[in-house]
């Protein structure tokens, strides 16, 4: 299930018990910034605490921060996204993700929104 910040970024669980989950751009965001161009992922390794800055997406028209919904260290990045960045256009919630963490403390999944809670904030 994923579950969405304020800053609009996602983020799901391999699975409800996987101590890793999967990190991308909302569809809401990508609408905003129109064509993504670019995106700077994280290093394999960087430990984030949630609210910090995992990297950066810019579009023909704005660049923005991604900031991470919950704190862990990155294990992986998407390399596909950053050869075609405009997978974060065409598919946001899934082939677009951005990178996957290993949760530090995957209680912090709790206090973002539902997916419900999430459209109603976007609109």
């Known amino acids: 299930m994923k579950k969405y910040s304020e800053e609009h970024v996602w983020i799901a669980r391999d699975d409800d018990s996987a101590p890793t989950a999967t990190v991308g751009i909302t569809v809401h965001a990508q609408e905003v910034l129109g064509d993504v161009v670019f995106v700077e992922l994280p290093d394999i390794g960087t430990v984030l605490g949630a609210g910090d800055n995992a990297g950066l997406v810019e579009s023909v028209k704005a660049a923005a921060d991604v900031f991470t919904p919950a704190g862990g260290t990155v294990v992986e990045v998407n390399e596909a996204l950053r050869a075609d ?8 919630l899934g082939e677009g993700w951005f990178f996957k963490l290993q949760l530090s403390d995957p209680a912090e ?6 997916e419900h809670t999430y459209a109603g904030f976007a609109n």
């Open 109 to 114: 999944l709790d206090a973002l929104m539902d």
């Open 85 to 92: 960045p405009s997978l974060a256009n065409t598919d946001p």
